[in-house]
């Protein structure tokens, strides 16, 4: 089954093989694990460490050591992960329910927008996800010491991981107090259970090697949770009632809806409206009431978890309950619907067209294939400056600046010079106009997606609470900036909602910022 996964995977992502690395790969993971591939070290010192702990960065590393360091390999290293999950939804499905199910669900998952997207990455939320599916798994067959091993290698992909095993852990502490009720009992627990305080012990282990990796980057860097920065933008900042419920409502939808899910849920909560179908005698049987238990205990604990930390509010971080609630769909949609292949089919063709459809709203273009689309704008305009201004200052944004000044990463042949700021908002672009003798050119995009006719444009008070809680700037139209910097824009490019432009520097302009920056007056007598 992990073959024939990995031959549909590794086809379907041929395109995207070769394409640079895209913002967080290039700002963290892969900076990251090329510190590990060429000086062993586990926590990284070409980028701030954010205290992800390092399985993941070690997988790519040993790819690039054995095949060569360039995308297509970290790539396709992610794919063995992405198909490792893809058999892991495969065999809980097939534990919980039954191998046409297995199927069914097995190809939504795999076709879901962010889980296909997400499957190339050099990103770790994939990997811990696929882990955690497994250490689901083992949990459910009663088989410790699997569910110790996955649960700690999902841990030590990523930190969020030790969601999964607490809630379970948590799950089987509620059900010893309500053994005593026969009712309740059947909603927590098997009706033949051969559980004790043994698993709750064995769901807890994981915990202890993710002590162990946070005290080992205390003794390296004096921080436990990353740099105090990464610590405030993701739990300090986040804990507030109201930004709670706006993340809660938005994590609800990510887990429900989200890039065309609805039309799976949505088909489940009509099936649940017909009567169980019956083949001949016998009547399609559902997902035991105790394993569907088991499955809502980690989704709610992950919307949940999920809406109180994280300052990015990605749909990324989900990829562990999406598959659940996949399987809890395709699942019903079989019992309910007689030719239910037929809803599958049309879950998973919308599905395929969120690839490439974008909604009309913002959105992470990490999300579907408008990723593609940022990687292909930003080559474009930086071979354009590479090739026409070698020598040049350019001002620009992160993860651009990364992208002009790290070879590595795929943009460019050698490095350029760069003047950075935070974002292209009004403040930010009025800033530089002041310096523009410190720059030459400037490289401006779009750090979000702008759909042409945005679903709450008109919502001003939305707007203020995405800058109040969720770091939201509005970029400046590139004519705008140019005409702020006292430029001309030489190079532009748009495609669905996202867009880079190259402003050349009028010399008038910049001579006149040198010269009051001089405190010269080649005009005494003007105003």
């Known amino acids: 089954m ?28 892969v900076p990251a694990a090329r510190d590990l591939l060429l000086t062993g070290a586990l926590i990284p010192h070409t980028t701030v460490s954010n205290a992800h702990p390092p399985l993941v960065l070690a997988w790519i590393a040993l790819w690039w050591k054995c095949f060569g360091f360039a995308p297509a390999v ?63 798994l083992a949990h459910i067959q009663r088989r410790r010491a699997a569910t110790v091993i ?13 969601l999964a095993p607490l809630a379970l852990a948590a799950s089987e502490l509620v059900s010893d107090f309500v053994a005593k009720s026969s009712r309740l009992r059947r909603l927590w627990t098997d009706p033949d259970p051969q559980h004790g305080p043994r698993d709750v012990f064995v769901l807890l282990f994981p915990v202890l090697p ?27 900042a986040t804990l507030n009632p109201l930004r709670f419920v706006l993340a809660l409502m938005l994590r609800l939808w990510q887990t429900f809806g989200y890039m065309h899910l609805w039309v799976l849920t949505g088909g489940m909560l009509l099936a649940m409206r017909l009567p169980p179908v019956r083949d001949g005698e016998i009547e399609r049987t559902r997902i035991s009431i105790p394993n569907q238990m088991t499955f809502f205990v980690v989704i709610a604990t992950y919307v949940v978890a999920l809406a109180l930390i994280g300052g990015a509010v990605l749909a990324r971080y989900l990829l562990t309950a999406v598959p659940l609630v996949i399987i809890l769909g395709v699942s019903t949609l079989r019992r309910r619907i007689r030719y239910w292949t037929v809803a599958v089919a049309i879950a998973a063709a919308a599905s395929m067209v969120a690839w490439f459809w974008n909604p009309p709203y913002g959105f992470s273009p990490e999300d579907n294939l408008a990723y593609r689309d940022y990687v292909t704008l930003h080559q474009d305009a930086e071979r354009f400056l590479e090739a026409r201004y070698p020598m040049a200052r350019v001002l620009t944004a992160w993860p651009s600046s990364d992208e002009l000044t790290q070879p590595w990463l795929g943009y460019t042949t050698r490095p350029m010079r760069v003047v950075r700021i935070e974002n292209f908002s009004l403040e930010q672009i009025l800033s530089a106009a002041d310096f523009r003798a410190n720059f030459d050119v400037a490289l401006v995009f779009s750090t979000k997606y702008e759909p042409e006719h945005p679903l709450l444009e008109r919502w001003a008070a939305w707007d203020r609470l995405k800058v109040k809680f969720f770091g939201y700037e509005r970029d400046l139209p590139t004519q705008v900036a140019a005409q702020i910097l006292g430029g001309r824009v030489v190079f532009a490019q748009t495609r669905r909602g996202q867009r880079v432009a190259v402003i050349e520097l009028s010399r008038a302009e910049v001579l006149d910022a040198t010269n009051r920056r001089q405190g010269h007056n080649d005009f005494p007598d003007g105003p």
């Open 2 to 29: 992990f073959a024939v996964i990995f031959i549909a995977v590794f086809l379907l992502h041929v395109p995207l093989l070769q394409l640079p690395y895209f913002w967080d790969e290039a700002g963290y993971y």
């Open 74 to 136: 970290a790539r396709a290293a992610m794919l063995v992960l992405a198909s490792f999950s893809l058999t892991g939804v495969f065999r809980l499905t097939e534990e919980v329910a039954n191998a046409d199910i297995a199927v069914a669900a097995t190809f939504c998952t795999g076709l879901y927008p962010v889980f296909f997207a997400q499957s190339s990455l050099a990103q770790v939320d994939l990997a811990a996800a696929g882990l955690t599916i497994w250490g689901l």
């Open 150 to 162: 996955w649960f700690s290698l999902a841990v030590l992909a990523k930190e969020t991981a030790i």
């Open 210 to 236: 993710l002590v162990c990796w946070y005290g080992y980057h205390y003794a390296r860097t004096g921080y436990v949770f990353g740099n105090p920065e990464f610590f405030r933008y993701n739990v300090a």
